[in-house]
């Protein structure tokens, strides 16, 4: 049974960056597409940003310029690599596979940006 744990969240100031890190233990098959998700207070989760592979990504037009998503096969891990931080960013973040799968949510990690 493959686990995400992801880490790296943070507080920072508007225009700052963070570099958030998706671990699954366990065996991730290459094939299996893998996401970020991210909920607001008061608000629905919502996708951030899939990879595939290299050129199998998506985005989010809220996210698209400013996030980059990548992924590590030999390590078993996906980045989601924040620049140009707004408050409208802040959120509990988490990666899970697309479409996601009930047993796969982690813990998440928090995300606030704010001055």
């Known amino acids: 049974q493959v686990q995400f744990v992801e880490s790296g969240g943070g507080l920072v100031q508007p225009g700052g960056s963070l570099r958030l890190s998706c671990s699954a233990s366990?065996?991730?098959?290459?094939?299996?597409?893998v996401g970020w998700y991210r909920q607001a207070p008061g608000k629905q989760r919502e996708l951030v940003a899939h990879?595939?592979?290299?050129?199998?990504?998506w985005y989010a037009d809220s996210v698209k310029g400013r996030f980059t998503i990548s992924r590590d096969y030999a390590t078993n891990t996906t980045y989601l690599q924040m620049n140009s931080l707004k408050p409208e960013d802040t959120a509990v973040y988490y990666c899970?596979?697309?479409?996601?799968?009930?047993?796969?949510w982690g813990q998440g990690t928090q995300v606030t940006v704010s001055s």
């Open positions: 899970n596979r697309f479409p996601w799968r009930p047993e796969y």
């Open positions: 366990g065996s991730l098959p290459s094939v299996y597409i």
């Open positions: 990879i595939l592979r290299g050129s199998n990504i």
